[in-house]
């Protein structure tokens, strides 16, 4: 090949690169500084950036590993260990990367770490007596290189089978941003599938679980969908719509979320959302993004196009009325979506509405009102509720109701606050009055919720005071019972001669466990963690050399009732 027809072909791929990233954003993101993090040949994802998950949007990709753990992890490029974080759920063993061009690359679940990176973390967590640790250490400690084995995948954290957690932050502001925008490819030309719209009636109100809605199934194949049966709906006053959408890659892939989703209005857009970026801060608003009450209710992820007042998500543009659209000028309308994956393969369904003229009918407001763009509290002799501002994405009409209490372990009436249907972006204050029975108890009191799901909590002044994160039904219990330990390959007097670990599983009946400490023959050693298991382990080293030891386990729960576990045992 001529230095010609090199400079050519290599004119062509920096427009080719062009050109996709424009599919995505206007904003440009280096397309060739990246390495993937795993050699697997062809990479797949089991998850996608900004895929819907419960309670929060996905933050990064999720590259499959065959169901396998171990692979080699690399460094994607140039930069220096900025984080190290050990966490008993979350990304489990994980680690940040900062790299020259402002960018930070984070690697979660992993198995374990490189040799050099596991003396380190090590050694923290020893100089912390903690197996979680988060350590933010000096940029010259552990320098890494483009293409270095910083770490092998795993199932650690809340991890739910083999893959490598992968994603890019803005280094200044910690934003994540979609990993395709750096030129890490995965194959794909498969555009994503609409599987049906739905129709809110929103009639000037705000959305809420009785919103009616109407479903409407989309047909159609490679891009191209419709609505089966008539394409023309008859709608009056102000609509919302929404839409049910996934994507598949080429290969392993799983079902994973869209890149972008548009709605126009007589050709003219008049929303869009597209998942380039987001803060931590705004990931539940996931549940203002799609129809809450209905995912409860049937698990379907439909993507509202139109926005709550109190949204803050940054994902939307183009945005005519929030998305909410006035058909009342007896005029037919063309509607029409058009749905982008990562890679810029595009699927669409158009639509036409005949605007009907109609008076419309507002129910009654009942309960107190509550303003999104305000902090609100509600109060009375037994209870107090403190929304501070941001709590609530649209104006609510609060409904308060009290029940008996429960027969046993409880301390109050049933106090329900709204109900659990209502998203909440941030958590609220809740204080209940406690019965004087409570008094020899106070330093073992919690809230707690019909679904004996523990808020935690503690008493001050005649309340418990509580932030529970959904709203719901409550009443004060007590937790007075320690956790439990359940010895699995070790007892009293037992050889562990040969057996590299001792292993435990541990249960707490209600607050749950706050902290567990391992002791050699009275020096702290590490016991490491696996929620998802319940089980707590300790790897033997140079600490347990030959002869006799004694051993002791503590462990506490948030109520700080303590079960002590101590042995003798031989190596």
Known sequence: MTKSSILFLLLVLATVHIKAQQIFSGNHYPLNDFRP???????????SFGELRPNHFHSGMDYRTNQRQGYPVYAIADGYISRL??????????????????FTSVYGHLSRYSPKIARQVKSLQYQKKSYEI????????????????????????SSGGPHLHFEIRNTNTEATINPLLFGLEIPDNIPPVIYSIYVYQLN?????????????????????????????????????????????????????????????LDEKPVFTSAMETFEFEDSKAINSHIDYPLYLSSKRSVQKSFVDPGNPLSIYSNLVNRGRIDFNDGAIHQLKYIVTDGKGNKSTLAFQVKAQM?????APVLGTTFSYATGNEFNNDQIKVILPKGTLYNDLNFIYKTQPRPTTNAYSSIHQIHNNITPLHIGFELWIKADSSLSKYKDKALIVSTKLSSQGGYYENGYVKA??????????????VAPVILPQNITNGKNMAGISKMIFTIRDNLSGVKSFNGYIDGKWVLIEFDAKTASLWHTF???????????????????????????TFYK
């Open 134 to 157: 988060d350590e933010v250490p000096n940029q010259l400690l552990i320098p890494v290189h483009k293409g270095d084995v910083i770490a092998y995948s795993g199932n650690t954290g």
């Open 467 to 480: 932030k529970p994160r959904t709203f719901g039904s409550f009443y004060i219990a007590i937790d007075t």
């Open 541 to 567: 080293d140079e600490r347990a050399g030959p002869g006799k030891h004694t051993f002791e386990l503590v462990l506490a729960d948030m109520k700080d009732n303590i079960k002590n576990y101590s042995i």
């Open 204 to 264: 000037k109100k705000p959305f809420n679980e009785f919103t009616p809605k109407q479903f409407l199934q989309a047909t159609g194949s490679l891009g191209s969908y419709r609505l089966a049966g008539s394409a023309t709906l008859n709608l009056s006053g102000e609509i919302g719509f929404g839409l049910v959408t996934t994507d598949r890659h080429n290969g392993a892939s799983g079902l994973n979320g869209v890149y972008s989703i548009e709605l126009l």
């Open 37 to 47: 993090p795993l050699d697997i040949v062809p990479p797949a994802l089991a998850g």
């Open 85 to 102: 974080r050990v966490q008993n759920s979350g990304f489990g063993l994980a680690l940040y990367i900062n790299h020259p061009n402002g």
């Open 358 to 362: 109609a008076t419309i009918q507002f």
